[in-house]
């Protein structure tokens, strides 16, 4: 009976301990980014939100996340702003049709809660190497993922060499990930 209750522990232990996968849905603007153009914020945001997220906090060495998000989705509230966007100088879309973000490696951060993020982002064909802080709170479905970086659009060649548009601005993720 002792060897039977110590294999269950075992197990439930085991199995508690494995990385859960969880599938990103598109839920009150999974992607969002502000922009300074002609000393205004321009906030926007893309759906299309897809990939596979690997997570559990006891197990973050198998934690992984590749998700993808349509660059044809881009909006910004204007439809000829959203129409330039899309086209060669900015996103490309017919040529590049996804940004994707894949980790690297996911640790613990220094705020309790928090975890770090170190991955490859790819817009245009472009990869960088790219680190963030972000939170996981466990939701009934699985958790909700909220994180947020800068970036230069020039890195990643996106508008051209405009004067009027800043070359940093801030991502928002606010990934909702249910059990897949």
Do not use: W
């Amino acid at each position: 009976m002792k060897k039977i209750t110590a294999v269950l522990c075992g197990l439930i232990i085991m199995f508690s301990a494995m990385a859960q996968t969880y599938t990103p849905k598109d839920e009150k603007q999974a992607v969002g980014f502000a922009i300074k153009n002609l000393g205004f914020t321009v906030d926007g945001s893309f759906t299309g939100l897809q990939g596979t997220i690997v997570f559990n906090p006891s197990n973050l060495a198998a934690a992984s996340f590749n998700v993808t998000v349509n660059t044809g989705t881009v909006n910004t509230g204007n439809d000829s702003r959203d129409g330039h966007l899309k086209k060669e100088d900015y996103f490309n879309v017919t040529k590049f049709s996804k940004i994707s973000l894949v980790s690297s490696k996911i640790t613990i951060g220094t705020v309790p809660g928090s975890y770090v993020f170190d991955g490859v982002l790819s817009i245009k064909g472009i990869n960088k190497t790219i680190s963030f802080p972000f939170t996981a709170a466990a939701t009934a479905e699985g958790y909700l993922f909220n994180g947020s970086f800068k970036l230069n659009r020039r890195d990643f060649k996106v508008g051209g060499s405009s004067l009027v548009l800043s070359d940093n601005l801030n991502v928002q993720l606010k990934v909702n990930a249910r059990k897949s």
